[in-house]
């Protein structure tokens, strides 16, 4: 099983990035999808999340308008589309698969906005 997160890196405040996560080693369509972030001496938080048949999305308050989540199961990749960043949005974003009880995590792709 692998997930392989991409697309992180350095913007300006107010720039966008696109993050995403290639899954590989299991049923990927069966699975619902996340994103997470950790910023340096904070929890890992939920930042945006979409079901196995991307019909339904969720978003943490702080991201709602700007980030986006998509999903394509024939690609077996999860996407973070991610406008107007912020500082606060600096952080190191995984992707993560559950199903069940089973969950996989990713190893992480860094953010950094600042000027």
């Known amino acids: 099983v692998q997930l392989v997160e991409s697309g992180g890196g350095l913007v300006q405040p107010g720039g966008s990035l696109r993050l995403s996560c290639a899954a590989s080693g299991f049923t990927f369509s069966s699975y619902h999808m996340s994103w997470y972030r950790q910023a340096p001496g904070k929890e890992r938080e939920l930042v945006a999340g979409?079901?196995?048949?991307?019909?339904?999305?969720n978003y943490a308050d702080s991201v709602k308008g700007r980030f986006t989540i998509s999903r394509d199961n024939g690609k077996n990749t999860v996407y973070l589309q991610m406008n107007r960043l912020k500082a606060e949005d600096t952080a190191v974003y995984y992707c993560?698969?559950?199903?069940?009880?089973?969950?996989?995590w990713g190893q992480g792709t860094q953010v950094t906005v600042s000027s």
């Open positions: 979409i079901t196995s048949a991307g019909d339904v999305t």
């Open positions: 993560k698969a559950v199903w069940a009880i089973r969950y996989y």
